[in-house]
């Protein structure tokens, strides 16, 4: 793609996605070329906090791995399904589907030592994957042209499909956290904010600015 075509195409995403994609481009670049190593990315409460080492809260969030075909799967993936969200359920709301991805994301820091998840960028990842997928439940989704599933199923799907190309159980886990998370921001923002609460709440609406 010639590089005009690439910097229009770039700008064309919306911008949480596009952020999030740039971010986690450069971070796998990085590694790659040995300016830093995944041993300073991952998270942990005790680098984090005790050592004083912050910057595994965010770092945690970016790092999909080694340039290898399961960094482009996921990548591919989330972006696709990001941008869609972003630009249909949240258009002209990047406030909200930012705090969804914060809120998120902080469930996903609490849950990270249960579960033994140093690296959290993928289990973030099927959040908006899961949560597009429930807002179009009738929509018909072809698999690489062999296997056509309606979209609730795409989330479990897409976690078959790592667990295949990984080979390890491992991925198909953090993965399947990911889903969970995303059911919760599905459930609070579609189901008890409207049939039970009956309006938003700070859980559905990123908070009003001072």
């Given at each position: 793609m010639p590089v005009v075509g690439l910097e229009a195409w770039f700008t064309q995403i919306p911008?949480?996605?596009?952020?999030?994609?740039?971010?986690?481009?450069?971070?796998s670049v990085a590694v790659?070329?040995?300016?830093?190593?995944?041993?300073?990315?991952?998270?942990?409460?005790?680098?984090?906090?005790?050592?004083?080492?912050?910057?595994?809260?965010?770092?945690?969030?970016?790092?999909?791995?080694?340039?290898?075909?399961?960094?482009?799967?996921?990548?591919?993936?989330?972006?696709?399904?990001?941008?869609?969200?972003?630009?249909?359920?949240?258009?002209?709301?990047k406030a909200d589907y930012f705090w969804l991805l914060f809120l998120s994301s902080l469930m996903l820091l609490?849950?990270?030592?249960?579960?033994?998840?140093?690296?959290?960028?993928?289990?973030?990842?099927?959040?908006?994957?899961?949560?597009?997928?429930?807002?179009?439940?009738?929509?018909?989704?072809?698999?690489f042209g062999l296997l056509t599933i309606t979209a609730p199923y795409l989330p479990f799907a897409l976690v078959a499909f790592s667990w295949v190309l990984t080979g390890t159980w491992r991925a198909a886990a953090s993965d399947l956290v990911g889903c969970a998370v995303g059911h919760v921001g599905w459930f609070i923002r579609d189901v008890w904010t409207r049939e039970m609460v009956g309006g938003p709440t700070i859980f559905s609406e990123a908070p009003e600015p001072l």
């Open positions: 911008p949480v996605t596009r952020t999030w994609l740039a971010l986690s481009v450069l971070t790659q070329c040995q300016l830093i190593t995944p041993l300073q990315l991952y998270f942990s409460f005790k680098a984090a906090f005790r050592n004083a080492q912050p910057w595994r809260v965010f770092t945690t969030f970016f790092y999909f791995g080694s340039i290898s075909l399961d960094f482009v799967f996921h990548l591919f993936f989330f972006m696709r399904y990001s941008r869609m969200l972003e630009e249909s359920s949240f258009a002209n709301r609490g849950l990270s030592p249960l579960f033994n998840l140093p690296f959290l960028s993928s289990p973030l990842a099927y959040v908006p994957i899961y949560f597009w997928s429930r807002r179009h439940p009738s929509t018909p989704i072809s698999l």
